[in-house]
């Protein structure tokens, strides 16, 4: 009962998310001590401008993700099961031990969907806790409730990648609803935790203007108006390598918008 999919698994069969196995009747996960990618990363790039702005953070990942995002650019992990990758071997001890080697304040969850690996990264989280190490997730928020209201006693901020304000087109884009995600916007709010959202402006699915508009004014009624909102340039990735990377003038535009309808701090990346 982990992602709102909640897949129904024969004996063998991974779910979407390819990191667990219906093993002989148990559900195992095959995400545990293996991440795919360790790397140094400034806290800007997950992105985060607001949160230890200037640092260092220690970024994780283990292959796998419960969406199927056509534009995703780490497509070669994230759409993979960790037994298809090239992997580490780190417990979360020797994950906290790394920060500490490299003095990075914080442990970011990223690259591939932090969800999927959920009981390595909570784990993770708690021991970064204990020795004063803070955490982050960078996610598509496309998790249950009871899951990430566990995790949110344990991590300190969040990206989410808000990908698309209609729901017709958030299932095309990703092949996942879009309620689950507005719901774990609006619980990592009353949790709080540091939160700022990316929105990718891809063309056909996500860079209608009236659409973004919409999406401005729920979150400014839902009392997002002063979370960061990250406005992103798209350029051809993966499955939609045929459309043309968003013009300048619609970032702008965006930008615009958001502003107008009361986001305090908006950021126009990719640009």
């Avoid at 607001?50 to 283990?62: D, E, N, R, V, Y």
């Avoid at 992997?87 to 969907?113: G, V």
């Avoid at 996500?206 to 960061?228: A, R, Y």
Wanted: hydrophobic letters at 35%.
């Amino acid at each position: 009962m982990l992602c709102p999919h909640n897949c129904i698994l024969k004996e063998e069969q991974k779910g979407i998310c390819k990191t667990r196995e219906n093993h002989k009747g148990t559900l195992c996960t095959l995400a545990w001590n293996n991440p795919c990618s360790i790397c140094l990363d400034p806290i800007e790039k997950k992105p985060l401008n607001h949160f230890l702005p200037g640092t260092k953070t220690l970024s994780i990942a283990i292959a796998g993700c419960n969406m199927r995002c056509l534009n995703c650019q780490n497509y070669n992990i994230s759409q993979k099961s960790p037994k298809e990758t090239a992997n580490y071997n780190y417990t979360p001890a020797a994950i906290i031990e790394l920060a500490k080697k490299y003095k990075t304040p914080s442990i970011s969850f990223t690259y591939t969907e932090p969800t999927v690996y959920y009981e390595y990264m909570l784990a993770t989280a708690k021991l970064a806790h204990q020795n004063n190490i803070k955490t982050v997730i960078v996610s598509n928020g496309y998790i249950n409730k009871k899951p990430l209201q566990e995790l949110c006693n344990y991590i300190d901020a969040a990206n989410i990648d808000l990908k698309c304000f209609d729901p017709a087109l958030h299932l095309k884009l990703t092949g996942a609803k879009l309620q689950p995600v507005l719901d774990s916007l609006l619980l990592l709010k009353r949790g709080k935790i540091w939160l700022e959202i990316t929105h990718l402006m891809i063309p056909q699915y996500s860079n209608n203007l009236q659409t973004f508009e919409k999406m401005c004014q729920w979150l400014v009624k839902k009392g997002f108006d002063s979370t960061p909102l990250h406005i992103n340039r798209f350029f051809p990735q993966n499955e939609l390598v045929h459309l043309p990377a968003t013009p300048l003038t619609t970032i702008g535009e965006a930008g615009q918008i958001a502003t107008q309808a009361g986001i305090k701090h908006v950021y126009l990346g990719n640009i």
